[in-house]
């Protein structure tokens, strides 16, 4: 049981670290000083998304292709390439802005989700004429990778707007 626990958390791993990503930010927001904005939680839960969903996930990412990069292959149902070390850098990348960002400005958060985003929709779209070109319905082509790269751009493009949307301090006439 423990096992299929463990195999299912590292095989998911987009998926594990929003999740482990959501759990810390509910922390950080019940200890937060009180009273607690709006813009206080969005700004824990947009940190904790930078850290585990962005930083931690890609740098997995990186971890798994570039080390381990005949399994992560067999995994999504390809071929183990030189590409793999390519998918890897480009992860290890997205995990250091990532961190960068976390506890920063809009500007370098932003940069730190439309990389990402940008990637993860291209793979999910990638995923898709995978499915239906070569009926690639391996586990990491169309299961719950598949879709953590379209929730995860999502749930990004989700906090900025709420981040600037409770960010604005309304103007006096």
Same mark, same amino acid.
């Given at each position: ?7 299912f ?6 998926l ?9 930010a ?5 200890? #937060? ?6 813009? #206080? ?16 996930s890609?740098?997995?990412?990186f ?9 992560? #292959?067999?995994? !999504? ?10 998918v ?10 990532g ?13 730190? !989700? ?8 291209g ?8 499915? !239906? ?11 719950? !990778? ?9 749930l ?10 409770? #960010?604005?301090v309304?103007?006096?006439?």
């Open positions: 049981m423990i096992e299929a626990v463990i195999v958390v590292l095989s998911n791993f987009p594990s670290f929003l999740v482990l990503g959501l759990i810390v509910v922390a950080a927001a019940a200890r #937060a000083p009180r009273p607690l904005t709006g813009a #206080a939680v969005i700004e824990k839960f947009l940190s904790w998304y930078l850290f585990f969903p962005i930083g931690i890609f740098l997995y990412n971890v798994m292709h570039v080390f381990f990069g005949r399994m992560a #292959a067999t995994f !999504i149902g390809w071929a183990d390439s030189p590409f793999q070390f390519e890897g850098m480009a992860s290890l990348g997205f995990a250091v802005v961190f960068l960002a976390a506890w920063r400005g809009f500007e370098m958060r932003l940069a730190a !989700i439309v990389g990402p985003a940008l990637f993860l929709l793979a999910a779209a990638g995923h898709v004429y995978q499915m !239906i070109a070569a009926h690639n319905f391996a586990p990491g082509n169309a299961g719950v !990778i598949f879709y953590m790269d379209i929730v995860i751009p999502l990004g493009f989700v906090l900025l707007w709420l981040d600037r949307r409770y #960010a604005r309304p103007r006096s006439g």
